[in-house]
């Protein structure tokens, strides 16, 4: 059964770093793309960053750029999200998600492959 479960969230101080981790089952890169988007109480749905089999990364919230790396372990099928200087705005939810190719045009948020979610809170 396809699954992705996160982890790694937590309450840090503004300043400081986290490492999510994403474990996959069921979706390799070689067939669908993989991703993290977030969302904050009574704000919209981001996507944070995507990685794509060949090595492609893209990072649609412009907040998160240069802060925030998606890497893949491939022999683990993990997927991380390293986010550096954390800021009180980057407090939310943060799901892991994976894309069919039909889906790329898409937002990763609209993907109905997606874990449970690991929440972190960023204090000022």
């Known amino acids: 059964q396809a699954q992705l479960e996160e982890s790694g969230g937590g309450s840090v101080q503004a300043g400081r770093s986290l490492r999510l981790s994403c474990a996959v089952s069921?979706?390799?890169?070689?067939?669908?793309?993989l991703g993290w988007f977030r969302q904050a109480p009574g704000k919209e749905r981001e996507e944070v960053a995507r990685?794509?089999?060949?090595?492609?990364?893209?990072y649609p919230t412009n907040s998160v750029k240069g802060r925030f790396t998606v890497s893949h372990d491939a022999a683990k099928n993990t997927l991380y999200l390293q986010m550096n200087s954390l800021q009180p705005e980057d407090t939310a939810m943060y799901y892991c998600?994976?894309?069919?190719?039909?889906?790329?045009?898409?937002?990763?948020?609209?993907?109905?492959?997606r874990g449970k979610g690991t929440q972190v809170t960023v204090s000022s």
């Open positions: 069921g979706y390799t890169l070689t067939t669908h793309c």
């Open positions: 998600a994976a894309a069919p190719p039909a889906y790329w045009d898409r937002p990763l948020y609209e993907s109905s492959y």
């Open positions: 990685l794509y089999s060949h090595g492609i990364t893209t």
